[in-house]
């Protein structure tokens, strides 16, 4: 049985608190344009995004997340930017980035895809950029004043601690899609004597 896999970094209750309003004030403005508004439980940053992964393969998807998590110290990351996918002319995602001045989710990205590829997982073909997906236009030719608002639109910058990698799968509903954590891997300085080997 396959399962849709995607290896992220969950961001704090804080973060999410901060960007769900965010949210909320863009679709009070907004609320006559048809938007997939982010929820602000299902918010985070993906690292790696699988696709359709056989049950049989999540063992060794595992052991490539553990083995990258295992490199890392925690970091911390500043949401600050707004941006949109794919360009500010068709733009079809809105997004809030990371100000990540080391670099660490670039990082993780690269090393995962290394320890993904050496597990026989094919290597993602969009080049990475972190982000956080807020809303999906529906009506992208109607959107070009949310595009504007959202783009020049301040994010008072909200500051979190990255400690894990949280495997997630992703079922599709009739109401959207809904996500439920496989395993999580904590960076190495979180481990135990023990879980460290």
Known sequence: ????????????????????????????EFSSLRVGWEKAEKLHLTVKFLGD???????????????????????????SQTGVFPSKRNARILWLGVDDQQESLQKISDVLETECRQKGFVKESRKFKAHLTVGRLREPNKSKELVDR?????????????????????RLQKSGSIYSVVSKHRFKENLTADERG
């Open 1 to 28: 049985m396959k399962k849709r896999i995607f290896a992220a970094i969950d961001i704090s209750n804080e973060a999410r608190i901060k960007v769900a309003d965010y949210i909320e004030d863009l679709r009070d």
């Open 150 to 170: 959202h783009l020049n639109k301040t994010f008072a910058a909200v500051k979190f601690e990255v400690s894990e990698i949280v495997i997630y799968e992703s």
């Open 53 to 79: 992964v056989d049950s049989n393969e999540l063992q060794s998807l595992t052991e490539a997340v553990e083995k990258t998590a295992r490199q890392f110290s925690n970091f911390s990351l500043q949401i």
